[in-house]
Nanobody, 115 residues
């Protein structure tokens, strides 16, 4: 079993920045990759960024150049640094832990970009 818990959401003005954190616990040795997904009202959940345990990253085209995913292995934590935020980035952001055989999800954290 793996548990992931997100933190760091909030309200920010367009052009601002936020950093999300995701702490993993449990059978963390089984995690192949961790990632961030988001779901806006009335839309499907979509991939934002992922990072494998070897450090390879992948980003959605809509966030490339603005968002950065990183990990601190000593703290079992993954971060999502979000810069130049836009109103269309407003969504609930979910952390995901992928063990290849199963996906584990956090409860989500709300990010609202509005003036």
């Amino acid at each position: 079993q793996v548990q992931v818990v997100e933190s760091g959401g909030g309200l920010v003005q367009p052009g601002g920045s936020l950093r999300l954190s995701c702490a993993a616990s449990g059978s963390i040795f089984s995690i192949y990759a961790m990632g961030w997904y988001r779901q806006a009202p009335g839309k499907q959940r979509e991939l934002v960024a992922t990072i494998t345990n070897s450090g390879s990253t992948n980003y959605a085209d809509s966030v490339k150049g603005r968002f950065t995913i990183s990990r601190d292995n000593a703290k079992n934590t993954v971060y999502l640094q979000m810069n130049s935020l836009k109103p269309e980035d407003t969504a609930v952001y979910y952390c995901n832990g992928d063990t290849l055989s199963r996906n584990y999800w956090g409860q989500g954290t709300q990010v609202t970009v509005s003036s």
